[in-house]
């Protein structure tokens, strides 16, 4: 098993008072190896509580959340850190690059914490870069570059440090048709290729049934 939530809760606000609100309720979830993964639900539902919880951006009210075995939610923020950069990669719906680097130097700063880029780690970005086809874009900036091109961008940055866990979310929601389908393909079959678990909150429907378990979250629980 690759990842295990246990009775985990979230709210926001003061626990206690009358303004506080739950939003994840003694929640249970467990992601072995491999799994690809769509978590769909209503706006509101605490879809994107629940990506940030298992992505160690934020940490649960009360519950514990086990990563290869170990307790994550005892870490310190320092840890947490760190453990995102090694163990995760992130998709968001907006693709968050930076404006003022080409495509390459966007793909590459992950790695900048660890020290200076190896060679090999060059052509690993090369690899990912000309497999989602965009290497004749590498010298650009995002200003210049299709939605659909930040995007595939987007995923080869979350891909570089050759993360366990890819958490995504809803990856095609800025995108059209055509290009939201095209990514969907490509998320799945990378994920494949690399031996990437895939966890997805998304609203689409045509994502959700290419994954092999799709769950609702409803009540502050996944059904």
């Keep these: 098993m690759l990842l295990k939530l246990q009775s985990v809760s979230k709210g926001y606000g003061e626990i206690g ?6 939003v994840l309720k003694e929640l249970d979830l467990e992601i072995n190896k491999g799994d690809k993964i769509a978590i769909i639900g209503p706006s509101g539902s605490g879809k994107t509580t629940l990506l940030n919880l298992v992505g160690a951006i ?36 907006l693709h968050h ?12 700063l992950p790695l900048l914490p660890q020290g200076k880029v190896t060679k090999e780690q060059k052509d690993w970005a090369e690899h990912l870069i000309r497999k989602v086809g965009i290497w004749e874009q590498r010298n650009q900036k995002p200003a ?6 930040c995007q595939r ?7 570089i ?3 366990e866990l890819i958490l995504a979310d809803e990856p095609t929601g800025a995108l059209d048709e055509e290009n939201a389908g095209a990514l969907s393909e ?33 009540n502050g629980k996944l059904e």
């Design 153 to 159: 961008t987007a995923v080869v940055r979350a891909l």
């Design 144 to 149: 210049e570059m299709s939605g659909g091109e």
């Design 58 to 93: 934020d940490l649960p009210d009360s519950g514990e959340i086990v990563f290869a075995g170990k307790n994550i939610t005892s870490y310190s923020k320092k840890q947490l850190a760190n453990f995102r950069n090694q163990h995760l990669g992130f998709i968001f719906q």
């Design 17 to 22: 008072k009358h303004s506080f609100r739950p």
């Design 186 to 218: 490509l998320l799945i079959k990378l994920s494949e290729e690399e031996k990437v678990t895939l966890v997805t909150v998304t609203h689409s429907a045509e994502l959700a049934a290419q994954m092999d378990k799709k769950y609702t979250l409803r």
């Design 97 to 108: 690059l930076m404006p003022q680097l080409n495509l390459w130097e966007n793909v590459l």
């Design 161 to 163: 440090n050759k993360p």
